[in-house]
């Protein structure tokens, strides 16, 4: 069993959509997580970073944690074209092997149609 | 701000041969990190550099090796390549080890292909 799972989709929805991403993992050690995008032959991009279990929102974007179902989520409002790439949750922990490495989900690819 | 940044963009090698790529992490960070993007497997961890010290390393076999200049930037050597070793290798940065929370920030990458 991997530590961390992604549906990896692929999720098409059209323009103006609510969309929403999840993780579920299983070491409880987790205790930082984040979501990153990368469009196609790019870099990874932080967009969220989170700690304890609750809501934080940027803008459009609205990440879950419950730390209690091992769950992970994040939402996109008014989704737009150029939100279409490939969206990957990460987790990190402390001390042992977990320290200083993300953990990632296999990635869910988003696709937005205008 | 400069972002981190990686060369070459591509490399393209043959089996057994060695493989060094580099990164340049942001300005005023210390801690730099190594992950491998292969097809259908996804991005793994490889090693983590901080003040020059190896960290921490992931899953992978000792023909992975790196190391981290006293300016912090950093190279990845991959030894007797083989096929399967062809995979986006991506650096990230950070500003060190004073706190857990961290975050990473990546580099474009370079793409290696073994042949």
């Known amino acids: 069993q991997k530590e961390v799972e992604q549906d990896p989709g692929p999720l098409s929805v059209p323009e103006g959509a609510i969309v929403s991403l999840n993780c579920t993992y299983s070491?409880?050690?987790?205790?930082?997580f984040m979501w990153y995008r990368q469009y196609s032959r790019k870099g990874p991009e932080l967009l969220m970073y989170?700690?304890?279990?609750g809501n934080k929102e940027d803008g459009r974007f609205t990440a879950q944690v419950d730390k209690s179902s091992k769950y992970i989520s994040l939402f996109i409002r008014d989704s737009q074209p150029s939100d279409s790439a490939t969206y990957l949750c990460a987790m990190s922990g402390t001390g042992g092997t977990s320290y200083g490495k993300l953990t990632f989900g296999q990635g869910t690819i988003l696709t937005v149609h205008p | 701000e400069a972002g981190v940044t990686q060369s070459p963009t591509h490399l393209i090698k043959t089996r057994g041969q060695q493989a060094t790529l580099r990164c340049s992490p942001i300005s005023g960070h210390t801690s730099v990190y190594w992950y491998q993007q292969a097809l259908g497997l996804g991005l793994q961890f490889l090693l983590w550099y901080d003040e020059g010290e190896e960290r921490n390393r992931g899953n992978f076999p000792p023909r992975f090796s790196g190391r981290q200049f006293p300016n912090y930037s950093s190279e990845l050597n991959v030894n007797a390549l083989e096929l399967e070793d062809s995979a986006l290798y991506l650096c990230?940065?950070?500003?060190?080890?004073?706190?857990?929370?961290?975050?990473?920030?990546f580099g474009p990458g370079t793409r290696l292909t073994v042949l």
């Open positions: 990230a940065s950070s500003p060190g080890t004073a706190t857990y929370t961290d975050t990473q920030y």
């Open positions: 989170t700690y304890s279990s």
């Open positions: 070491n409880s050690a987790f205790q930082y």
